[in-house]
């Protein structure tokens, strides 16, 4: 059974960092793609990054690029979302995705696995 479980979450002030953790478990990911999205209250949930599981190809959204890093650790099965320069309008619940295949997908329809969240709260 695939399981997708974030950590990191946290309040911070403006222009701080954070950094997000998703372990992943239950079979290999070496042929996935590992998205990472995000929802606000009353919001609908956004993409903010993908990446390959070898880390070779990333993609991210305008709104954090330059801001955010996705890496990951093949030995620990982990993934990470570096935030830096955070800014009031990043808070909310962080999610991340898997997916088998290639293609970077924007979508959250796209992915197959989710993990349950991590809140992440910016204050000015």
């Known amino acids: 059974q695939v399981q997708l479980v974030e950590s990191g979450g946290g309040l911070v002030q403006a222009g701080g960092s954070l950094r997000l953790s998703c372990a992943a478990s239950?079979?290999?990911?070496?042929?996935?793609?590992m998205g990472w999205f995000r929802q606000a209250p009353g919001k609908e949930r956004e993409f903010v990054g993908a990446?390959?599981?070898?880390?070779?190809?990333?993609y991210y959204a305008d709104s954090v690029k330059g801001r955010f890093t996705i890496s990951g650790d093949n030995v620990n099965n982990t993934v990470y979302l570096q935030m830096n320069s955070l800014k009031p309008e990043d808070t909310a619940v962080y999610y991340c995705?898997?997916?088998?295949?290639?293609?970077?997908?924007?979508?959250?329809?796209?992915?197959?696995?989710w993990g349950q969240g991590t809140q992440v709260t910016v204050s000015s």
């Open positions: 239950g079979r290999t990911f070496s042929s996935d793609v």
């Open positions: 995705a898997a997916r088998r295949g290639t293609l970077l997908l924007t979508t959250p329809r796209g992915y197959d696995y």
């Open positions: 990446c390959s599981w070898s880390g070779s190809r990333t």
